[in-house]
């Protein structure tokens, strides 16, 4: 922490932000408090998973992250591909696509491909496209707390 407070001193970072799939809420707390307490510079910015598909983290990092006002940048916000309409149920992956590599495979469930169409319906509905209710659903639910 000291040695990113000295990047911002310097001047060679605006900013310093956390993330990563080790992260938990209370590394968050944590980050925030040590930055408090010893004047380093806190963090503006978490990377934290979080999608249509992957949202166990909204009740833990998410909900930390607005308590100590610290923005939330979503990563996998399109659970790699599946919410884009590209992957369908019982369809060849293609051999050159992220969903390819073995740890992400792990997607194609049936469980997920239920919610793809569930909110695929969801947004047939409200009149827009499955990748505009990927990007948008998370913005149109925080914007009042921003």
């Not at 909110?119 to 925080?142: C, E, P, S, Y």
Request: glycine share 10%.
């Amino acid at each position: 922490m000291s040695a990113l407070d000295e990047l911002v001193r310097e001047g060679k970072v605006l900013y310093v932000g956390a993330g990563g799939r080790q992260m938990h809420s209370w590394n968050y707390a944590d980050y925030w408090w040590v930055a408090e307490h010893r004047g380093y510079s806190k963090p503006v910015s978490a990377q934290v998973e979080w999608s249509l598909i992957e949202r166990k983290n909204e009740k833990t990092i998410v909900a930390a992250c607005e308590r100590f006002g610290i923005g939330v940048i979503p990563f996998f916000p399109l659970a790699a591909g599946l919410l884009t309409g590209k992957y369908t149920r019982g369809a060849e992956v293609p051999a050159d696509s992220r969903m390819s590599l073995p740890g992400y495979r792990s997607l194609l469930t049936d469980e997920n491909f239920d919610r793809v169409s569930a909110l695929t319906q969801i947004a047939d509905a409200g009149g827009t496209v499955l990748l505009d209710l990927a990007l948008g659903w998370w913005h149109r639910d925080h914007r009042s707390q921003a």
